[in-house]
């Protein structure tokens, strides 16, 4: 059974940082994509950053410059910190993974940033 499971949010200040986790088991066939979306009260959700198998990345214009992405392969577990955080950063985090067939996404942590 796939399981994402996401967690590292909670509530800063603007300025500050946070890093996010994300915890994949399951998955039997190869990642191609991997990376999180946001989804603010009353917004779609969109795609903050994207990091292909292959090496290339992709990242919303509002976060360029903001985002550091490692992965620790022993632990399966990806992570994303965000830094100088911003009010219009608050949000619900989702993490997901993407094979060829399917995407996968964890239950999503919340980022408030306090002004």
């Known amino acids: 059974q796939v399981q994402l499971v996401d967690s590292g949010g909670g509530e800063v200040q603007t300025g500050k940082s946070l890093r996010l986790s994300c915890t994949v088991s399951g998955v039997s066939s190869s990642i191609t994509y991997m990376g999180w979306y946001r989804q603010a009260p009353g917004q779609r959700r969109e795609l903050v950053f994207a990091r292909a198998r292959a090496g290339g990345s992709n990242s919303a214009d509002s976060v360029k410059g903001r985002l550091l992405f490692s992965r620790d392969d022993s632990a399966n577990t990806l992570y994303l910190t965000i830094n100088n955080l911003k009010p219009e950063d608050t949000a619900v985090y989702y993490c997901?993974?993407?094979?060829?067939?399917?995407?996968?996404w964890g239950q999503g942590t919340q980022v408030t940033v306090a002004s």
């Open positions: 997901y993974v993407q094979t060829r067939s399917d995407t996968y």
